[in-house]
Structures are given as structure tokens and as C-alpha cells.
Nanobody, 125 residues
Framework: QVQLVESGGGLVQAGGSLRLSCAAS????????MGWFRQAPGKEREFVAA????????YYADSVKGRFTISRDNAKNTVYLQMNSLKPEDTAVYYC??????????????????WGQGTQVTVSS
């Protein structure tokens, strides 16, 4: 089973950028599609972006298209989320998890692993 640790969050001004990292342990990391999710105070956790096991396919929530880029480096057991043109509404705790890619395509992304601590992203106006 994959264990995940998110990092890279912080406080930035609107229009700024952050790069999040998700470090995974486990020999089978490259077998999983991976996704980023976020949860703002008082709201449900929502899907942000996903990437296939090979890195050849990506999928984004409409709210972040054109601003965020998901990538992975299977040799380093790491998935990244480059966030540009950040907006105050991007403020949330960001989590990564293995996902069933088909659930992403149907609009109901499902994380199949345990949820970690996440990393806080705060965007000031």
C-alpha cells in the first residue's frame, strides 16, 4: 500500500505560484494513477487534477484548467502540482492520493488510499 506525504504549500499573493510535491513510499507507486484534491474550510473535499500511471494522460477540474499542471516522476516516486495564477478561492488544504482514473473521467474522482495530512495553501488578495 502507498503512503503519501504532501509538501510545498504556503502563503502567496493572488497571481503568484506554488509547486506542491507528493512523496510516495511503496514499490508499486508507478502502478497507480494519481490525483490532487483540496478541501476548504466548511466544504467537501474536491477533485483538482489527475494523472495516469504512465503520465501520458491528465485531467483537470474546470476551476483550475489553464492554471495548474500535474506531473509525475515515477523514478522519484513523486507527483507534483504546479499552481500558477493563484486566486484566493484556491485557498485550501491540498491532498494527493491514488485514484481510479475512470472515476475521474466520469466526474466522481475516488481516492483509493489513505488520506495524509495534506499541505496548506493560502492565497491572499
Amino acid at each position: 500500500q502507498v503512503q503519501l506525504v504532501e509538501s510545498g504549500g504556503g502563503l502567496v499573493q493572488a497571481g503568484g505560484s506554488l509547486r506542491l510535491s507528493c512523496a510516495a513510499s511503496g514499490r508499486t507507486f508507478s502502478n497507480y494513477a494519481m490525483g490532487w484534491f483540496r478541501q476548504a474550510p466548511g466544504k467537501e473535499r474536491e477533485f483538482v487534477a489527475a494523472i495516469s500511471w504512465s503520465g501520458g494522460s491528465t485531467y483537470y477540474a474546470d476551476s483550475v484548467k489553464g492554471r495548474f499542471t500535474i506531473s509525475r516522476d515515477n523514478a522519484k516516486n513523486t507527483v507534483y502540482l504546479q499552481m500558477n495564477s493563484l486566486k484566493p478561492e484556491d485557498t485550501a488544504v491540498y491532498y494527493c492520493n491514488a485514484v481510479l482514473f475512470q472515476t475521474v473521467l466520469t466526474g466522481h474522482a475516488v481516492g483509493i488510499g489513505s488520506w495524509g495530512q495534506g499541505t496548506q495553501v493560502t492565497v491572499s488578495s
